[in-house]
């Protein structure tokens, strides 16, 4: 019991007691998870954006086509790796086992649940968790980058290196608006421990409510940081045929496949955990269901919370087109960064004057955060709006205008007027061509 109410209140001192037995179980247990979940997600995603374009989507391999992502796994594990002569080949067979790798380890302090009994030992729902473990996922989703740029400078293709290079842009620029979201959570909450951030959710609104600017930056930040559509910039197929992962085949491409399907899973349970409380059932439910926060239930919870993640992704996906890359770069530099920075500045102050006079501000915060995202929506409207900026005509250079022909600067467009067509001399012809071409035009 003690344990018990020692994680619902996020204390750390539960972490660090498993038998090292127990947590290679949970290790593996999360990365079978991770791999069934994918597999699940794809098949999800197929039949979700069939049924929004009235098609019918896999359903020929199992029932209701269930087993068409394992044949698909099994038909990219034995297809054949084709490797370009010209890659370089021990840096292009590192950059999809990086961002697999990376992938897989951002789970390791997500709270699934509260204090469980496992094979007869007490032990929480979670593999590990310390007082900056948020920190920890930013750090691991900075590394995943490397996989994607490094494999589009290995391949030696320049539709791959745009690609690597547009990725690395677009993931460095959305993971400071990320990071920013985080701040508000950490500064109300007081902790950016993980268990405690859901403990903290416990006795007052969730987050996405209570912080509702951090919550819509950080969707919008998590799609672009997956490289989801309508995000999907580096891997445009209209423009760069596949991106950074042109060159790759077989298991080396199912490799970044899964890897962003992962990632996927990750930022949806960052978000459940952050802003959606954890692994716990909503007030209205807990309150006339005393269990619904214990055992193994949570879990259910926790997966129920990801899949509406899932299906945000996949909505998006089937609803809005690719935006051009200059409005998405804008967007995140001009938008999103600097209203975090306004909205941190308001939640330091809303909480120090809480700490301080000991008030209930929650009301005057749900006003400001609404206002902010209203501001913010009706900016991002007009700049799709407006065009791209005109061109500007260059300035007409006539060479000959002080008599000798001079070359034309920057910036300038040459122009042949008719006084230059006039000095220029003509070409003499020599009479025996004059004379053949005549024969031939007779002929």
């Known amino acids: 019991m003690n344990t018990l109410l020692a994680t619902a209140q996020g204390d750390l001192s539960v972490f660090g007691q498993d038998p090292f037995w127990l947590v290679v179980i ?97 032990t929480p729902l979670q593999l590990t968790d310390f007082p900056v473990s948020v920190l920890y996922v930013l750090a691991i989703a900075s590394i995943g980058i490397y996989g994607i740029v490094l494999a589009g400078w290995s391949s030696g293709s320049t539709y791959s290196l745009l690609g690597g290079l547009r990725s690395s842009a677009q993931m460095i620029s959305y993971e400071i608006a990320m990071g920013l979201s985080f701040v508000a959570v950490f500064l109300w909450a007081g902790s950016m421990s993980t268990s405690q951030i859901v403990a903290a959710q416990g006795s007052s609104w969730w987050y996405a409510i209570l912080l509702l600017p951090s919550f819509v930056i950080y969707l919008i930040s998590m799609v672009g940081e997956t490289n989801r559509a309508p995000f999907d910039l580096p891997e445009a197929e ?34 459940t955990t952050l802003f959606l409380g954890g692994w716990r059932m909503p007030a209205p439910i ?16 926790f997966l129920a919370k990801i899949m509406v993640m899932l299906f945000v992704f996949v909505w998006l996906r089937g609803t809005l087109p690719r935006l051009r890359y200059d409005q998405f770069m804008r967007f995140g530099w001009r938008v999103l960064i600097p209203v975090s920075i306004v909205w941190i500045v308001v939640i330091a102050t809303l909480k120090g004057l809480q700490n301080e006079y000991q008030v209930d501000l929650r009301t005057t915060l749900l006003w400001i955060a609404l206002l902010l995202v209203v501001v913010a929506g009706f900016t991002f409207v007009l700049d799709l709006r407006r065009g791209p900026a005109p061109v500007e005509r260059p300035e007409e250079f006539d060479p000959f205008a002080g008599g000798y022909p001079v070359p034309p600067l920057p910036g300038q467009e ?28 007779h002929d």
Not at 67 to 82: N, Y
Not at 89 to 97: D, E, G, H, S, T
Not at 238 to 260: C, D, Q
Not at 421 to 440: N, Q
């Open 26 to 122: 949970k290790a593996l247990a999360l990365f079978v998870g991770l791999v069934l979940l994918t597999l699940f997600t794809t098949w999800f995603e197929r039949r979700v954006v069939a049924r929004m374009q009235q098609r019918s989507g896999p359903n020929r391999a199992g029932p209701l086509g269930l087993l068409q992502p394992l044949a698909d796994g099994i038909k990219l594990a034995l297809k054949e790796g084709v490797t370009p002569i010209h890659v370089d080949k021990v840096v292009y067979l590192l950059a999809p086992m990086i961002a697999a790798a990376a992938a897989m380890l951002v789970f390791a302090v997500i709270p699934l649940g509260p204090v469980v009994s496992m094979f007869g030992v007490r």
């Open 286 to 301: 807990s309150t006339w269901w005393p269990g619904a926060n214990e055992g193994w239930w949570p879990l259910l919870w």
């Open 414 to 441: 040459f122009v042949v007027t008719r006084r230059a067509t006039a000095t220029i001399p003509a070409v003499p012809v020599l009479a025996d061509t004059a004379a053949e071409g005549e024969e031939a035009q």
């Open 238 to 271: 209209g423009e760069l045929v596949a991106g950074f992962h042109t060159e790759y085949s077989g298991l080396r491409w199912a490799m970044f496949f899964l890897a962003e399907y992962v990632n996927m899973i990750n930022v949806s349970a960052v978000a």
